[in-house]
């Protein structure tokens, strides 16, 4: 069951990985469901998760407003394939 | 190296490239130079190649961002310059932040400066080395998990990690967002002052940023009625006499000037659960945060016949095996099916533990212990990660490594935290720490 997972997984990730490295992979799924098991022996009833620290502390978000946008020129300079300020991609759709 | 001591270049560019050949810490070197001149103009500073600096690559130990330049500044960077500061070089790295040892980065492995056959500790690797062998006074880096803190220790230098929010991390490239800190080392406490004063303050750009003021610092402070717990769990895991022997040697030096030290345990339990907690959060954050590293628009672009293979092609070749590791284990996590009883499970667990570690703070101001377990291991043998450390990044408290003792010629760290918010105290008790560490090794 664990191959059929790592193939999704990976599949989801758009990474690959050989046989060796899939094997590690299937020894840290089974450590990652034993973390999971101990994880059940706490009582978290009524607690809320902790999605960061100190949660209220922030300031309103500013506005969606660009305050200095960025010319298309600059933002192609790591591009590679590029033309007409546009990024070049191999074709979408098989 | 102090702040805001004054060496010619040369000297400094001499340094480097003997520190270079021996522990492989620098990654490039920023050739622009700052014309601006202020305060900062005579220090040299160096920076983990995770933070941005405009028109330097910024790889952060990984192929994938290879050719990457970053077009902005990140704001730490922006506040050095205009106060007049050299951004002199990016520090190398563990991968994407990812690990503690500074082995695992596509630039090449950082080695310890005491022992090139010891780890150098990590993510921080180079930015604590260039700071131990002098090249510069200042180095920017990243704590996450206690990447600042495990380098500091290994590499004799002050390690500061600050509260959560208090330096922008606006420039940095994320790896668990809800517990990535920007810090620093240096060779001293009152530098790690200078560079703090300097470094804080809140920035419409990072909306984690928190809006606190800065507090004042007393230097001559006195430890006298200070409140300092030792965290047992820590000191259980060093196995080494003469270690421990030093630890609490000290805490009966500041016993005698004062202060008030009991020891504390936080409850086994929980601590049992810092490292799988953190791991569980950070590679589900990492494998979103990463998501954008595609190879399409920057970084290695590998080709394809189509946009998918292209994407793939790009992520399997820029990725090393550790970092898949975890970016998969996190996609597992936050699977709809798995949610619900890992990640969120996690994050729940992480409240407790938090509200646990607080419950320390009530009592006292400051938790002591050692920073790692022993000096750094060889290469070859084991890392044991001190997962009590990861108790600062859970909880976005502050904490510190000093330099403390050496073993065979290899240094190791004092670890301090501080309640939240609490970055001044603990900075004016970690000089007050200092000088009692450097009046008994003069003595001895």
């Given amino acids: ?94 | 190296m102090r702040l805001f001591e004054k060496r010619d270049i040369q000297t400094i560019m001499e340094q480097c490239h003997k520190t270079q050949s021996r522990t492989n810490a620098i990654v490039s070197f920023v050739h622009e130079k700052n014309n601006i001149k202020k305060d900062w103009s005579d220090v040299y500073v160096a920076v983990k190649d995770n933070i941005s600096v405009k028109g330097t690559p910024c790889m952060a130990g990984s192929k994938i961002l290879n050719g990457y330049i970053p077009l902005y500044d990140a704001t730490v960077v922006k506040k050095l310059k205009e106060k007049g500061a050299q951004i002199l070089c990016k520090t190398n790295m563990d991968e994407l932040g990812m690990g503690a040892t500074g082995q695992n980065s596509c630039c090449g492995p950082t080695f310890n400066p005491y022992d090139v056959q010891r780890i150098s500790g990590g993510s921080s690797s180079g930015s604590a080395v260039l700071v131990a062998t002098d090249c510069v006074p200042l180095a920017l880096a990243t704590d996450t998990g206690d990447s600042i803190r495990v380098p500091a220790s290994y590499n004799g230098v002050v390690g500061f990690k600050p509260t959560y929010g208090r330096i922008s991390r606006y420039g940095v490239i994320s790896y668990a967002s809800s517990m990535d800190t920007v810090g620093f080392m240096t060779t001293c406490i009152e530098d790690a002052w200078r560079a703090f004063e300097l470094l804080q303050g809140y920035d419409p750009n990072d909306m984690t940023s928190i809006d606190h003021s800065l507090g004042s610092i007393n230097f001559s402070q006195s430890i006298q009625g200070k409140k300092i717990g030792i965290l047992k769990n820590a000191l259980d895991q060093v196995t080494d006499p003469e270690l421990k022997k030093k630890f609490y040697d000290l805490m009966n030096d500041l016993r005698r000037q004062g202060a008030i030290i009991q020891e504390v345990r936080y409850p086994q339990e929980l601590m049992d659960l810092v490292l799988p907690v953190y791991q569980v959060i950070s590679n589900s954050e990492a494998c979103s945060n990463f998501a954008h590293l595609d190879g399409i628009r920057f970084g290695l672009q590998k080709s394809g016949l189509n946009y998918k293979e292209a994407i793939t092609q790009s992520r399997t070749e820029g990725f090393s095996f550790p970092v898949k590791r975890r970016l998969l284990l996190g996609a597992y996590s936050l699977y709809e099916e798995n949610q619900h009883r890992i990640y969120q499970k996690a994050q729940k667990i992480r409240r407790l533990l938090v509200d646990e570690f607080q419950k320390l703070f009530d009592d006292l101001e400051f938790l002591a212990c050692l920073t790692t377990t022993d000096i750094a291991p060889k290469i070859e043998e084991e890392f044991i990660d001190p997962s009590y450390l990861k108790l600062a990044n859970l909880s976005g408290f502050p904490a510190l490594s000093l330099p403390f003792g050496s073993k065979i010629g290899c240094p190791y760290g004092l670890h301090l935290f501080a309640g939240a918010f609490q970055d001044e105290k603990m900075i004016e008790i970690a000089y007050q720490i200092e000088k009692i560490i450097d009046d008994k090794e003069n003595l001895s």
């Fill in chain 1, 1 to 94: 069951m664990n191959r059929q997972i790592i193939d999704k997984i990976l599949e989801d990730l758009h990474f690959e990985m050989d046989i060796h490295e899939r094997k590690q992979i299937e020894a840290d799924l089974d450590a990652l469901e034993r973390i999971s098991r101990q994880f059940s022996t706490m009582d978290t009833k009524d607690v809320e998760p902790m999605v960061t620290c100190f949660e209220g502390n922030w300031k309103n978000l500013r506005e969606d407003i660009p305050i200095k946008p960025v010319a298309s020129t600059d933002l192609l300079k790591n591009t590679k394939s590029k033309k007409d300020n546009f990024v070049v991609v191999s074709k979408v759709v098989k």
